[in-house]
């Protein structure tokens, strides 16, 4: 890098002539500091002249226009788009008439099965390849409906099939699904049973220590607290289940600060769902890291004034984000009153859409999209000119687990997908979220308006450049983005899916939001002090994403090529040489697929059967771009069985249409026997040529600091990986873009700029567009 371009530097000042550029390549070798000749004066323009003349040379006057996507059809029916009403028409009706269901309309009653939702069941690959790739017809729509099962007396979650669809009163049936689970059967216990009975009870407990609960803390508004417990609930083997409780302040009546005022009191729990609270345990109250077995032994030491009092965590500035003067504080940087640059898309929108089917192209690429209450977003038959790359890159679920000596923190594993992250889809804001010149759309699946935002980007670097002798090349780095932002209670996520003209694929993660967070007195251990008596806590983000990839076929190996140091000889040498070298391994079987990031190793995924000219495999390389990790540790006591998913960077099965998801959103209502669990999908099975499943994670180590209040940052807080072709194509494809440049003949003072036909953007932009009437956002529809 720095013999090249110090070489021609060189060779430009001393010898302009082409013929005798080769010598300058000898030359240049020794050209090796920064010293060397000085460079000669040349006559340059100012840069604010220069700007003005570009300035007049390239408006002519007419407005840009603000062209939408074009429309297109899309080729095939977008099979993974959500039920629509025509689909579900005479559902429920016809749900109530089986009798074997024994469904009551509504509540119902606490012995009375009934409905609890529906949403598509995805069709199984095996069939949706025979019509988007054959001449199959659209496979049959199914519902996977699920039931509250109580009128044995045991509540239970029942997931059933039903279809096809539209229901017909000969064709369509119902049945247990029990074949996409580990578990073998939908039926989980309802976890929850118990709740409104454990409440009672929890308040006979809080009671009892109201006269001080009341004094505790006297400089905070009195009894304005509430308390929160453990996620998921505590589950011991034999079928107990608990949960610790820490009191929070709650004075400011702002959700906001709901996770930033801890009071450092605690109270423990211990129930089953077939006994009655006489066999209820308490488990304790905690203050000041002193455990009290009962309420009356609490009582007995604050009346004793043994009892070290802590003070409240207290609302305030600080932990507000959501006001004018809260928000942006401190003097006004210099010209910081001025607009900051602005991005623009000159021809408008260059991508196509068939908005209805949700199916998108740009630039060669092309795919579907469809949505799930529980994972958002998910991607479908991602081609590149035709060619099938992946045929499934989904979100699955989104762990973020804490740590700490207090009870509550240590024993919250928040799943977001679980809790709905696709129904917390936020509407974007223009000029923020997305460029102002981005496509939104609404997803009705979600119930979301303007959730999803569309936009090519011009990065801020090229993607490739190179400096001849005596030419200049340079490619623009312009890529398509598919973004949303979904906030969950605390944080927001920020999804970008993002296709490259290289014909790469990037995906990756954000988080902001408020954090959660500690009594600060003896947790230096996990995590550090951030504001009077608050400690941030350390805790992992790991998000698990599916991607089924089918590079020229369904038949796929993976193999994992390192840099390994070696000591080489070879016939040209006596000795042996310090050196390194490839090793290459296959991933054969599941017995040996779970793998982790390592800097020296690269992994790919080929397809043996289609070599490239040159004999090597086409394929995809697949490397972490942002830092991303998996979760800390193997084994976590508030997850068991449902750590799996997260404790590997990467992880690959064979593609089955029994193991299509690698969690469930009813999973924690038993972590000893969830519906999936991840680690049975490995059971020994062939990899070598089969149909792949990578299943990869990207997360963060979260430890909060001072500069996460009011907020985390997305620029501290990311994580991303990267699908780039490898020997896929005989060279590198973004040379088909137009956007790029030759300049020729550099040196001679009227240098020539070839390009290859791409319209100047020579349109007057009207940038009142760049400042969009955003009183119109109401933050989507899912209020
Ligand atoms: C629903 O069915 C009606 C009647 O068959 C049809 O006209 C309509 O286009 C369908 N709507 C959708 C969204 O498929
Ligand atoms: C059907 O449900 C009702 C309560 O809604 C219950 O009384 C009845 O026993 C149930 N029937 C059967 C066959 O389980
Ligand atoms: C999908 O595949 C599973 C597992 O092979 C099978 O049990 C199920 O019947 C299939 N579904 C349909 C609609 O064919
Ligand atoms: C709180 O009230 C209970 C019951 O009225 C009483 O036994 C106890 O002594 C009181 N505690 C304090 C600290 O005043
Ligand atoms: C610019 O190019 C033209 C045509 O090639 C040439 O005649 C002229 O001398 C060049 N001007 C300078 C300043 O090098
Ligand atoms: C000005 O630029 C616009 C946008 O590129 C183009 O449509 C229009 O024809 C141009 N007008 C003139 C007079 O060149
Ligand atoms: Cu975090």
């Not at 939001?513 to 951030?530: C, D, H, L, S």
């Not at 006596?574 to 800097?599: A, G, H």
């Not at 959103?665 to 149909?691: A, R």
């Not at 990267?722 to 194509?729: A, K």
Request: aromatic share 14%.
């Amino acid at each position: 890098m720095a013999r090249h371009s110090l070489g021609s530097a060189f060779c430009a000042i001393t010898l302009q002539l082409l013929l005798l550029s080769s010598l300058c390549w000898a030359d240049s070798r020794i050209q090796r500091s920064r010293g060397g000749p000085p460079r000669p004066q040349r006559d340059l323009p100012s840069l604010s002249k220069h700007y003005s003349n570009y300035r007049k040379r390239a408006v002519n006057g007419s407005a840009c226009v603000e062209a939408p996507p074009v429309k297109i059809t899309a080729p095939k029916q977008n099979v993974w788009r959500q039920l629509t009403n025509n689909d579900t028409k005479g559902l429920l009706p016809w749900l109530y008439r089986q009798e074997d269901l024994n469904l009551t309309r509504g509540y119902g009653g606490r012995h009375s099965n009934t409905y609890w939702d529906h949403e598509l069941m995805l069709p199984n690959k095996t069939d949706v390849l025979a019509y988007i790739d054959g001449d199959g017809g659209e496979p049959a729509r199914y519902a996977k409906v699920t039931v509250n099962m109580k009128s044995t007396g045991e509540s239970t979650f029942d997931d059933i099939l039903v279809g096809p669809l539209p229901v017909d009163r000969t064709t369509t049936t119902w049945q247990a699904l029990g074949y996409p689970y580990t578990r073998k059967t939908g039926s989980i216990r309802d976890i929850w049973a118990k709740d409104s009975q454990v409440y009672d009870w929890i308040s006979k407990h809080t009671n009892a220590v109201k006269n001080i609960t009341t004094n505790l803390w006297p400089d905070m508004k009195r009894n304005n607290y509430y308390w929160i417990g453990s996620e998921p609930y505590l589950q011991s083997p034999d079928g107990k289940i608990g949960s610790w409780y820490a009191y929070w302040n709650s004075e400011s009546g702002d959700f906001d600060t709901g996770t930033l005022l801890p009071l450092n009191l605690y109270f423990g729990v211990e129930w089953s769902l077939d006994t009655d609270p006489s066999d209820w345990r308490f488990l304790g109250w905690l203050y000041d890291d002193v455990l009290y077995p009962t309420s009356e032994a609490f009582q007995a030491a604050y009346r004793k004034g043994d009892i070290r009092i802590h003070p409240a965590n207290l609302k305030g500035e600080w932990a507000e984000s959501g006001h004018l003067a809260q928000l942006r504080q401190g003097e006004v940087l210099p010209l910081d009153t001025k607009p900051p640059p602005q991005a623009v898309a000159p021809a408008g929108a260059r991508f196509s859409i068939d908005e209805e089917a949700k199916y998108v192209e740009w630039m060669g690429f092309s795919f579907y999209l469809g949505f799930t209450s529980n994972r958002g977003m998910a991607f479908y038959d991602i081609r590149r000119k035709g060619q099938r790359i992946l045929y499934e890159l989904s979100f699955q679920e989104a762990l973020a687990h804490y740590a700490g000596t207090d009870p509550a923190q240590s024993t919250t594993s928040y799943l977001d997908a679980a809790y709905s992250l696709g129904g917390s889809m936020v509407e974007l804001v223009p000029g923020y979220d997305c460029p102002t010149y981005a496509t939104f759309i609404d997803v009705p699946d979600l119930n979301s308006k303007n959730g999803i935002c569309f936009f090519e980007f011009n990065g801020d670097c090229p993607m490739a450049r190179h400096s001849g002798f005596v030419y200049t090349t340079s490619t623009k780095n312009v890529y398509f983005v598919v973004r949303a932002v979904y906030t969950v209670g605390n944080y927001d996520y920020m999804f970008s899916y993002e296709f490259y003209l290289d014909g790469s694929i990037q995906v990756s993660v954000r988080a902001s939001g408020v954090i959660r967070t500690q009594y600060a007195a003896g947790n230096e251990e996990y995590g550090y002090r951030i504001h009077d008596a608050l400690s941030g806590s350390m805790h992992d983000h790991t998000l698990n994403f599916k991607a089924d990839f089918d590079i020229l076929g369904t038949a796929n190996t993976v193999e994992s090529t390192s840099f390994v140091p070696a000591a080489e000889k070879y016939v040209w040498s006596d000795i042996p040489r310090n050196t390194f070298k490839l090793r290459r391994e296959i991933v054969e079987t599941e017995d040996s697929s779970r793998l982790n990031w390592d800097r020296a190793t690269q992994y790919r995924i080929f397809n043996s059967d289609e070599p490239n000219k040159y004999g090597e495999y086409r394929g995809y390389r697949i490397l972490p771009t942002d830092g991303t990790t998996h979760f800390s540790s193997d084994v976590s006591s508030n997850l068991a069985n449902l750590v799996y998913p997260f404790t590997y960077d990467l992880a690959i099965t064979k593609q089955k249409d029994t193991e299509p998801q690698s969690t469930h959103p009813h999973n924690s209502y038993d972590i000893w026997e969830p519906l999936v669990n991840f680690d049975n999908f490995f059971d020994g099975e062939d990899l070598v040529q089969e149909d792949l499943v990578v299943w990869f994670n990207l997360g963060m180590h979260h430890l909060p600091h001072t500069g996460d209040l009011p907020n985390t940052l997305f620029t501290n807080a990311h994580a991303g990986i990267q699908f780039s072709p490898l020997n896929y194509y005989d060279r590198d494809v973004s040379t088909e873009t137009l956007s790029q440049i030759l300049i020729k003949d550099k040196y001679k003072g009227n240098s020539s700029v070839r390009n290859f036909g791409q319209q100047e953007p020579v349109c007057a932009v009207d940038l009142s567009r760049e400042a969009p009437d955003l009183s119109h956002y109401d933050g989507g529809y899912f209020y």
